[in-house]
């Protein structure tokens, strides 16, 4: 094997990209933006250069004129930085669970010929870690034609499976900064209340997932006073930092590597990456492996709360778009749905706001003109507002229809109950 890496220059790294290649950006706090910006450089000399991604941060100059004229983005999640290049026609999105993305590469649905990538430096033994975001890297590197690196030591070197050896890398420059981290905002007094709602659902010994947002945050500040709980998510983020300090997480009640906290990802603050940095008790997996259900079941007690756009009396959810505006993407919403139904004493939670930003119900009578749906009926328990849980499960549809009314913002009760008459 390789013993050292090729340590070159941005331009001179991202010159292994050519016209009609697929590319992959290793995403959320471990985006690889200056080999990104290097390679928009580039772009009056290439052509139909394909990006492959999920969530990345930083300014996404490819998804921007005129550099979109040789790059299009082809992504399983529409981030906010690719969000008007997706639904403008100059991008296009892949409805997928994340779960299931590692056979588009694995499979060679979609075969990925360079993989840029955000690693630490290598150990004695040549490895480097992929750092807080290994969800599809891990696949992506294993499979893809040439990895090319940005060698960084702010990386966190974080235990499980996300390693690569320098063996594999291509090319490589070194660099010496921050990984992106995110600033964590007071909670509104509506987010207090479905907090408070969500945690009283939670028992002892439960293994939890929580989404991405404030609502998640705030249900895991209400659990100070219970006990032995364990984490198997997507996504790690501050929130449970406090829970370890005192002793709240332990994870000794789970079934799939027990003691342990697992992830596929991790965005938050510094804190929380100096957490995880060189940290034995937190794995970090492949989302394969994180969002399988038939994993996520094996645990007692699985607890995954998740958001939605909208939901309509039949107990529709569509997280993931507003009507035919693509805002982001299924993710691993229906992945924990399901395993958390399935598993012993699982609970399935949807945690949202009465009303938007703008004032509208979130409870509807029917979803939008085109908007997706992103978890059927079918497997839809709980939702919570701020005006209580409801449980859906074994409901009909006139009870389901009433029990949402129930839960609504009371502006809007009464027009919904007249939009219910006669249909059910």
Do not use: W
Not at 65 to 72: D, G, K, L, Q, V
Not at 109 to 137: E, M, N, R, W
Not at 294 to 303: F, L, S, W, Y
Not at 314 to 340: E, L, N, P
């Amino acid at each position: 094997m390789k013993n050292q890496l090729n340590l070159v220059t941005a331009l001179e790294a991202v010159s292994h990209v050519k016209s009609g290649n697929r590319v992959f950006f290793q995403g959320a706090a471990m985006t690889p933006n200056v080999l990104i910006d290097a390679l928009c450089e580039r772009y009056q000399e290439l052509k139909n250069v394909e990006i492959f991604q999920i969530h990345t941060e930083g300014k996404a100059l490819y998804a921007k004129a005129p550099y979109n004229e040789s790059f299009r983005i082809n992504s399983c999640f529409v981030s906010g930085n690719v969000r008007q290049a997706v639904n403008s026609g100059n991008g296009d999105y892949i409805p997928i669970f994340l779960s299931e993305i590692h056979l588009l590469f694995r499979k060679n649905i979609l075969p990925i010929d360079v993989a840029f990538i955000q690693v630490s430096p290598p150990d004695k033994h040549g490895y480097c870690s992929l750092g807080v975001s290994v969800d599809i890297t891990l696949p992506a590197i294993q499979t893809a034609k040439k990895v090319i690196a940005q060698i960084n030591p702010r990386v966190p070197r974080t235990h499980g499976d996300g390693i690569i050896h320098i063996s594999r890398i291509f090319a490589a420059i070194e660099l010496d900064e921050s990984i992106y981290s995110t600033i964590i905002t007071e909670p509104t007094e509506i987010e207090q209340q479905i907090g408070r709602h969500v945690a009283g659902l939670i028992e002892d010994g439960a293994t939890l997932q929580m989404g991405i947002g404030g609502i998640p945050n705030v249900v895991l500040a209400n659990l100070m006073n219970h006990k032995r709980l364990g984490i198997h998510t997507e996504m790690l983020s501050d929130g449970v930092l406090p829970l370890i300090e005192n002793g709240v997480i332990t994870g000794e009640e789970k079934e799939i590597k027990t003691g342990k906290l697992v992830t596929c990802f991790a965005l938050g603050s510094q804190k929380l990456y100096d957490f995880v940095d060189d940290n034995p008790t937190v794995h970090f997996k492949e989302a394969g492996y994180t969002n399988d259900s038939a994993i996520i079941r094996q645990n007692p007690k699985v607890t995954a709360i998740n958001s939605a756009i909208e939901i309509d009396l039949t107990g529709q959810v569509c997280a993931d778009t507003i009507g035919k505006y693509q805002y982001s993407g299924v993710g691993g919403q229906m992945d924990f749905i399901r395993g958390a139904s399935l598993s012993e004493g699982g609970k399935a939670i949807f945690a949202m706001p009465s009303i938007t930003n703008k004032g509208f119900s979130k409870i509807v009578p029917c979803l939008k003109e085109g908007a997706g749906v992103t978890t059927t009926r079918a497997h839809v328990h709980y939702i919570a507002t701020e005006y209580g849980i409801v449980n859906l499960y074994g409901q009909n549809l006139k009870q389901r229809a009433k029990a949402l009314i129930s839960i609504a913002h009371p502006d809007y009760r009464e027009q919904l109950e007249k939009e219910t008459f006669g249909r059910f």
